[in-house]
């Protein structure tokens, strides 16, 4: 039995999911640009050439990231392949945890609804799962503060989604507040790209993605470090928290890095510069099951 438990994003990380490495061709890489428009700049094109990313350097990038999480303690699941899916690194957006209670997501992609056929293996070890009945939602629009869940209302989640995720909620006897998050434009992909938690009341930002009274909202519950229009196309705002005060991010995001130490908070650096032009970071490329407050066992990987 695999016990869910998420009360917080920036709590402890105790046991998570990530996808399988696997490589893809020209028409993946063509389709997944035309899917995320948000992240133009990840499209591979370099002084008018198309440039492919390094699978060779990518997959140590991504074995680096699940080391890194052995190593910290966490017990690390990998989804097994599902054949007709060709990128499956990104296990965030097909399922979320809040408290007690894994929730599959549900995409308006085709893709990423044969995505989710890799979670069947593990749904009876689940402690408690919930399905989203209607509408659209996806993980990385979820973000579970200490008190409200925010979700970003982006191109992979509606209002309807956000409705029956209320509903999800009540049937699960999860009591929290869910605060919807709009955006000032259309195309952004997740809410993770322009938001995330990075230690206790602080948070990654790029403030012009988000309406004004959107991110007042995020204001009143985080001090906020501001990242810039180049930080944020390069997905240096898609964190994962290790604990409250251990944060995995881009090594490229130095700027980044010296706002949380400035706040006592540990920067784990890490290149994901070939694995995001995919596209996607590393709360993209982490599905967490359980986190909490206290020290964990010595992690293992399955």
Known sequence: MIQIGNPSDIAELREVIVGPYKTFNWWNLIWGSLRYPDLASLRYVENNTVRVPDHSIARRQHEQLVQTLVDSGVKVHTLPSVPDVDIQLYPRDIAFAVDDTLILSRSRDPIRQKEQRALERYLPQFSKVEGIESGHIEGGDVMVTDDVVFVGLSEATNLQGISALRSCFAR??????????????????????????????????????LTPYSRSLIAERFELIEADDAEARALMVNTVALAPDRIIIDSRA?????????????????????????????????????????????????
């Open 172 to 209: 699960a006897g999860i009591d929290r507040e869910i605060v919807p998050i709009e955006f000032s434009g259309r195309g952004v992909v997740h809410l993770d790209t322009k938001f995330t938690m990075v230690g206790p009341k602080l948070g990654y930002i790029h403030s012009s993605s």
């Open 254 to 302: 130095r700027r980044l890095a010296e706002g949380l130490r400035a706040h006592h908070v540990e920067p784990v650096p890490l290149d994901f510069s070939e694995v995001t032009k995919f596209p996607g970071g590393f709360r993209c490329a982490t599905l967490p099951l359980r986190r909490g407050a206290g020290r964990s066992a010595p992690g293992e990987q399955q």
